[in-house]
Structure formats: C-alpha cells, structure tokens
C-alpha cells in the first residue's frame, strides 16, 4: 500500500471537515499530510453545489501532484440515489474534458444517501435510517461527531465484514476510504 504523502479533502461544510478530518488522523494520518478545502459554503448554503463545483478542479491538482496524494471527497446525496450522485461527479469530469476516475486512482467519494448525519446517527448505536432527512436527525455535539469519527477508524481497520444493519451507503463508502488510506 503506498503512503499518502498528502490527502485533499473536498466536503461539504464544517461537520464533514471535522468528520473526515477525526477519521483520517484516527488512521494515523498526520495533520501536516492532510489538507481540507474550507472555502464551503456557510451553514446555510448548498453544499453539495459547491462540491459539485469545485470537484473537477481538485480531481485536475490531485492528478497533476505527486504521485502520492489523494482526494477524500464528501457530497450527500440528498434526494438522489448514491449512484445518481456519483454520475455527476463523473459528468463533471467529462464536461472538464478529463478521464474518467480510474479504480487505481486514489480519489475517494464518500457519498451518505441523503445525508452524512446518518452515518454519524449509525456510528452513535442509533437505528440507521438513510431516508430520514438532515432535520430528522438530532444535532450532534462536536464530541459526538468525533466519536463517530473514531468508531469508522475502527471499522476500516478490520478486515472481517461489516454489520448486515449497517447503512447501505457506507457500506458502499467502505472501499472508497480505502483508495486513499
């Protein structure tokens, strides 16, 4: 497995920041190796736009740095299927004129269906509930959120399957950490 010597994150809003950040410094990352996009947009704009549009760009840097870095994308899918969130982030590659992502490429798409607080909700013991919206859930405390962080740490490490209750959508996510961990 090759060392990252950097790893990009593109996400959302300050949660997922501090999130992906938690999780990737739980895997040993160091925080000189990481670097997160934070010019998101504030509490009240549309994340997944602003991933959307800046993913192009940041595949384009990734594939021009070291041979060594990667990208850690997050983007809800919000009201479409996880796999309809992955198509425009491959459309916007090919409307930029590049390649498509290749599966040797460390470049990552952590895509929650409908939104990241459930994955956190399932990472607290709370019944996972994809459909559920961002307002169904409760507000997580800065601690909760890195308590998650460290329980999906826990989780990549391990080889043996995950929980058959598990969200869908992490499951999905589960090789995707490990393109560029």
């Not at 041979?67 to 198509?87: G, P």
């Not at 459309?91 to 498509?100: I, P, T, V, Y």
């Not at 909700?121 to 601690?143: H, I, N, V």
């Not at 058959?164 to 999905?172: C, E, F, G, V, Y």
């Amino acid at each position: 497995m090759t060392r990252r010597a950097s790893i990009v994150v593109l996400c959302e809003d300050k949660k997922s920041h501090m999130f992906l950040y938690r999780l990737l410094r739980e895997r040993n990352i160091g925080s000189n190796r990481i670097t997160v996009i934070t010019d998101y947009p504030a509490e009240k704009g549309c994340g997944s736009a602003y991933v959307l549009n800046a993913y192009a760009a940041q595949v384009r840097k990734c594939r021009n740095r070291h041979a060594s870095s990667a990208l850690l994308v997050h983007i809800d899918a919000d009201q479409l299927t996880v796999d309809r969130r992955a198509q425009e982030l491959a459309e916007r590659l090919s409307a930029d004129g590049q390649a498509k992502r290749r599966a040797d490429e460390p470049i990552a798409h952590a895509i929650p269906k409908h939104c990241i607080e459930a994955w956190i909700g399932y990472l607290m013991d709370m019944p996972a509930d994809e459909e559920k919206p961002k307002e169904g859930w409760p507000r997580f405390t800065s601690e909760q959120w890195k308590h998650a962080a460290e329980n999906l740490a826990t989780m990549l490490r391990s080889a043996e399957p995950w929980p058959a209750d598990a969200p869908d959508s992490l499951t999905r996510a589960r090789p995707e950490f490990q393109r560029v961990l």
